[in-house]
């Protein structure tokens, strides 16, 4: 069975992967092209999204390219393993393009030998959430790379949000958030809304769904669909009695980084009005799926379901736009002077807080 992800490929070693997945190697290394082997994955990869990617007509555009390449020969000659998922990414992207399929290499042992070559060693990923604590008076923050699900993540949230409880004003920044689930928002949502409400609409493909079963989230409902689908509601039911968060003003600060989850997050609030997103638009990653292991030390991100708010059509491409527009770095000056920080207090906190990871759009 399948890992169920809004965006993050959880591999073998069950660590976090990236939300819009890429061909990687250990650092340093180069995985040698096996074309046997290469081409069975390929194979396998065209059956898989034929059976199980969201939109049944799209996925047998997919399956009928890759069949039609490997049939001609087109992925003979290569050198090594990475080149050969990035290309095999790239013509399924060049028959539709979509925000989270991909071919990439297992994170686990491959069967494959790789070579030693030089490089730099690749920075640990950073925490999950970062910076959580009161930034000015008044103003709560908290920014989040990931929404993993995490125990310890999920714990240290809720504790954060009980002890800034009665703050006027909590700032999320999700400029370099890669994706994830729902917990995170399953611990900020009753506290912030004053109504059981649905907050987005998910439909997953009816076969997946009936092999893998439903999506593992205590806080979506099923409901009623055409036979295709199998759709659920992410729904709000609020603490009681009401949090003081109810009454704050929220900020949430995007970039073209922000994908998947945190674009869920984006179109929740922006849907429902309760916070004000600040900075560019979005990644525009708008499927969910699970990672699919194919041999030969290959594994493919394949999305088998759909997300919007409802009565929206989504995010898939487009992104999310943002209600306050202004260049990534500068959007946490803008929610703080808008939260009535002085103009250079806000330019000195923003310098401070300002993100390590990258705000720029993922480039496959």
Do not use: C
């Amino acid at each position: 069975m399948r890992k169920h992800v809004l965006a993050v490929a959880i591999l073998a070693a069950a660590v976090p992967a990236m939300a819009q997945a890429a061909a990687t190697a250990p650092a340093g290394e180069i995985a040698i092209y096996d074309a046997a082997e290469a081409k069975k994955a390929v194979a396998k990869l065209a059956d898989e999204i034929e059976k199980t990617f969201v939109f049944p007509d799209v996925a047998k555009r997919y399956a009928a390219a890759l069949r039609a390449k490997l049939a001609a020969g087109g992925y003979d000659g290569f050198i090594d393993s990475v080149a050969f998922a990035r290309a095999v990414t790239a013509d399924l992207q060049a028959v539709a393009p979509d925000g989270h399929l991909a071919m990439f290499l297992d994170s686990g042992p491959s069967p494959q030998p790789r070579v030693a070559q030089g490089g730099a060693p690749v920075a640990p990923p950073p925490a999950p959430m970062e910076r959580a604590g009161m930034i000015a008076p008044g103003i709560a923050f908290v920014r989040f790379n990931g929404f993993y699900g995490q125990p310890e993540t999920l714990k240290a949230f809720a504790e954060f949000l009980d002890r800034t409880a009665g703050a006027k004003t909590l700032i999320i920044d999700a400029r370099t958030h890669r994706g994830g689930g729902l917990e995170e928002m399953d611990v900020l949502f009753p506290r912030i809304f004053a109504k059981a409400q649905p907050v987005m609409v998910m439909d997953t493909r009816a076969s997946v769904a009936a092999v893998n079963g439903p999506l593992p989230f205590r806080s979506l409902v099923k409901v009623d669909a055409p036979a295709e689908l199998a759709r659920s509601e992410h729904r709000v039911t609020p603490v009681s009695p009401a949090s003081p968060w109810v009454n704050a003003k929220i900020y949430y600060l995007v970039s073209p980084r922000t994908a998947s989850a945190a674009e869920h997050l984006a179109s929740s609030f922006k849907g429902t009005k309760r916070a004000t997103l600040i900075g560019d638009t979005t990644a525009g990653a708008g499927h969910y799926g699970g990672a699919v292991k194919l041999g030969g030390g290959y594994s493919a991100f394949i999305p088998f379901g759909h997300s919007y708010f409802p009565g929206d059509k989504g995010w898939e491409g487009t992104g999310v736009t943002p209600d306050i527009k202004v260049a990534p770095e500068r959007a946490l000056v803008e929610a703080l002077t808008r939260a009535g920080v002085a103009p250079a207090e806000a330019e000195a906190l923003s310098a401070e807080y300002m993100p390590t990871g990258s705000m720029a759009r993922r480039t496959r």
